[in-house]
């Protein structure tokens, strides 16, 4: 849908779009309409956000769908953007919305999607370890397969805005700021959600091993 041109180059002033920050990039498109700037930043984010979505809703069609969505919305408000702040948390905003709308409307609750395999049981586990996902290799134990399941249902579990701090912090590594801008909430509220995060995880898997 959307098509990346392969001019790279503001020819008005010989600078590639691919050097202007996200800021600039979105101004310049608000200010002149040149639609390699707006491009520039869908390249920019289009795989980490399906990714992101994709995690958010455990369903590929409708993580292409909130994407699509999603750019969308960026082009019809970015007059709205404050260019004092960054736009990636502002991106991420506007995402989760879209994520929260295809939920309602699907009337169903987002599933994790997370291959993250752990060790044997007398390893010690920190939170990132159990939620950074990676393909399992084919030696891995079968053991390990199935706690990794459990840490994927744990996390399911997870109340929405407690999964969604989860995400956008350990999968997105998003700071803590950036990540409450995300969310619209102070950084204090997104580190205590991550915090409680934490300590259900923990209680979830205590005996998983």
């Not at 990540?179 to 619209?184: E, P």
């Amino acid at each position: 849908m959307f098509h990346i041109a392969h001019e790279t180059t503001d020819l008005t002033t010989g600078c590639r779009w691919s050097d202007w920050t996200d800021e600039e990039l979105v101004v310049e498109y608000r200010c002149t309409g040149i639609r390699e700037a707006f491009e520039t930043l869908v390249h920019r984010y289009e795989r980490e956000l399906y990714n992101y979505l994709y995690r958010y809703l455990g369903h590929a069609a409708n993580a292409e769908d909130v994407l699509q969505k999603t750019f969308l919305a960026v082009l019809k408000e970015c007059g709205k953007f404050d260019a004092d702040r960054e736009f990636r948390p502002w991106l991420y905003k506007i995402a989760t919305n879209k994520a929260i709308d295809c939920q309602r409307a699907a009337k169903r609750f987002s599933v994790v999607s997370m291959d993250a395999p752990l060790g044997s049981e007398s390893d010690i586990y920190t939170l990132a370890d159990k939620v950074e996902g990676h393909e399992p290799e084919p030696f891995e134990a079968p053991m390990d397969r199935e706690i990794a399941s459990k840490v994927r249902e744990a996390v399911a579990a997870l109340p929405k805005q407690m999964r969604q701090a989860v995400y956008m912090v350990y999968f997105q590594g998003m700071t803590y700021r950036e990540a409450a801008d995300a969310a619209g909430v102070h950084c204090v509220t997104l580190s205590q959600r991550v915090g409680r995060a934490i300590n259900k995880l923990n209680f979830m898997l205590k005996n998983v091993g």
